[in-house]
């Protein structure tokens, strides 16, 4: 058990650039959370994965947002045209069941320039 | 939705007992965690209550009464690594994601 991974740690970008986020969920958890956290504040949810299937998207996560979890492993999250309001720590979460506690990666800390 | 109210910060003394309490509103509940999370780092894990009453795990103890919606994490013997920010947050009934509040920022002080 390495715990939950992601990369990058840290991301620079400037407005109107697209980034993208990994997260390598806990080995056997079919269960993958996105949050997003900003200064101050606890962590939002953004979206979750069961397996491959995206089973639900916070209402936070505009057009510009997608999430994949092609193989029911690994998750990527894209942010296109990035804004200076997307400036936050992304973090990922997985789980081994839906019941499960929750575990939470060191997060992605994104500012936009 | 989910509505989840916590004191901001609280400042005690090391060696000293903290109780933060946290009450909440929610439209489904399957439990209420307890994180700490230190500066720049990821949340980790501390307690879980999803029946009513204590919850006790070394120097930390965390209770939960349901028909009041309210919790509260025990901080015992505070040691100064205890300086952390508290997040509670209430896991809902179908969904399983968990809402947060917006944690209290604990100081130990020498």
């Known amino acids: ?113 | 939705g989910q509505n989840i109210d916590q004191p901001t910060e609280m400042t005690a003394t090391e060696g000293a007992i903290v109780q933060i309490n946290c009450t909440y509103q929610t439209s489904g509940f399957n439990g209420l965690f307890w994180y700490q999370q230190h500066a720049g780092e990821a949340p980790t894990f501390l307690s879980y209550n999803v029946l009513d009453g204590l919850e006790e795990k070394g120097r930390f103890s965390s209770f939960l009464s349901r028909s009041k919606g309210y919790s509260y994490l025990l901080l015992k013997e505070l040691q100064m690594k205890d300086s952390a920010s508290y997040l509670c947050a209430v896991r809902g009934a179908n969904d399983y994601k968990l809402s947060f509040g917006a944690g209290t920022t604990v100081t130990v002080r020498a």
């Open chain 1, 1 to 113: 058990d390495t715990g939950v991974s992601q990369d990058p740690r840290h991301k620079i970008t400037k407005r109107g650039q697209n980034v993208t986020f990994r997260c390598d969920p806990i080995s056997e958890h079919n269960r993958l959370y996105w949050y997003r956290q900003t200064l101050g504040q606890g962590p939002e949810f953004l979206t979750y994965f069961q397996n491959e299937a995206q089973l639900e998207k916070s209402r936070l996560l505009s057009d510009r947002f997608s999430a994949e979890r092609p193989k029911g492993s690994f998750s990527t999250l894209e942010i296109q045209r990035t804004e200076q309001g997307d400036s936050a720590m992304y973090l990922c979460a997985s789980s081994l069941e839906a019941g499960g506690k929750q575990y939470f990666g060191p997060g992605t800390r994104l500012t936009v320039t």
